[in-house]
T-cell receptor, first 112, second 113 residues
Framework: QKEVEQDPGPLSVPEGAIVSLNCTYS??????FMWYRQYSRKGPELLMY????GNKEDGRFTAQVDKSSKYISLFIRDSQPSDSATYLC????????????FGAGTQVVVTP | GAVVSQHPSWVICKSGTSVKIECRSL??????MFWYRQFPKQSLMLMAT?????????EQGVEKDKFLINHASLTLSTLTVTSAHPEDSSFYIC?????????FGPGTRLTVL
């Protein structure tokens, strides 16, 4: 069983819709949770970073962490075709900062 | 934001040759850098942790004699794939952290013929 599970998609949504992404994990030691966006043949770009449980909002992006359920989410409001990419969740423990465990990545397609 | 660069962005080499990939932190000092590998349609897998001035630490299953890592300065880490084989063809990405955020380089696509 993988430490981090993420549905690879693809997830297709119409422009303007809310994109809902999530990951589950098994390691209760994870404390840092991140969402990255990756375009084809490019390096991942950090979108959101959350420490421990709670919600965080930045523009059109909202990240949620529920440590009791070992479940994290990313919501993208008012989606645009330029949001079409692969979204990766990543996480690490306090004693292994920087050594990220990634989900498989979810491919998102926003259609005009 | 912080910038991490990699060179080259794309390299093709013959089987049996060695290839060096550079990772630079452009606007901050990085005592630690991380090297990841990503196969097509798969996620990133951590290969090793590069420590400035000391030996790298490798993840289980990664051959340290095949993937040589050197972190000679606070802004540069290099990964050398020695005696490359076609199965080493992959997307290699480095990262470093600054103020508790991990920033990734643009990646190097290696194709071994």
């Amino acid at each position: 069983q993988k430490e981090v599970e993420q549905d690879p998609g693809p997830l297709s949504v119409p422009e303007g819709a809310i994109v809902s992404l999530n990951c589950t994990y098994s390691n209760s030691a994870f404390q840092y949770f991140m969402w990255y966006r990756q375009y084809s043949r490019k390096g991942p770009e950090l979108l959101m970073y959350t420490y421990s449980s709670g919600n965080k909002e930045d523009g059109r992006f909202t990240a949620q962490v529920d440590k009791s359920s070992k479940y994290i989410s990313l919501f993208i409001r008012d989606s645009q075709p330029s949001d079409s990419a692969t979204y990766l969740c990543a996480m690490s423990g306090a004693d292994s900062w920087g050594k990220l465990q990634f989900g498989a990545g979810t491919q998102v397609v926003v259609t005009p | 934001g912080a910038v991490v660069s990699q060179h080259p962005s794309w390299v093709i080499c013959k089987s049996g040759t060695s290839v060096k990939i550079e990772c630079r932190s452009l606007d901050f000092q990085a005592t630690t850098m991380f090297w990841y590998r990503q196969f097509p349609k798969q996620s990133l897998m951590l290969m090793a942790t590069s420590n400035e001035g000391s030996k790298a630490t490798y993840e289980q299953g990664v051959e340290k004699d095949k993937f040589l890592i050197n972190h000679a300065s606070l802004t540069l880490s290099t990964l050398t794939v020695t005696s490359a084989h076609p199965e080493d063809s992959s997307f290699y990405i480095c990262s470093s952290d600054r103020v508790n955020e991990q920033f990734f380089g643009p990646g190097t696509r290696l194709t071994v013929l």
